[in-house]
């Protein structure tokens, strides 16, 4: 029983998972977290962040995923930064959309979708 993963979409699993926790071995890992972004949503993402780099707003010349990181710190994810070990500079750290909740994700499109309109960028993908 290594590895398991259950999605609590029914009676039915959420019983499969209630099992699973009786038969688990003393001091094994359990955890319940809400899920994560569909590759649905990432796929919008990305083509979204393609449009906004090649019509580089107000002049902006980034890639799709600088533009990533600065839409996760306009959506409220914001990053923390740390110094590096040898302690002449610092390190970012805190975005990764992968662990978004498909909540938190449709808030990161709808920052994208709300900047795009304001700032008249044409996006090929319908969000």
Known sequence: MIGQTIRLVSRLNRERAKALIDQAPDRALVNIRPETRSSEQNNLLWALL???SRAK????EMT???WKSVFMDAAGFRPTFVPNLD?????????KSSRLTKAEFSDLIECINEYC???GVHLQEAA
């Open 64 to 66: 799709s995923d600088q």
């Open 87 to 95: 302690g002449d500079g610092f390190l970012c750290l805190g975005y």
């Open 57 to 60: 707003p107000d002049g902006r």
């Open 50 to 52: 393609s449009d906004v």
């Open 117 to 119: 309109a304001r700032k």
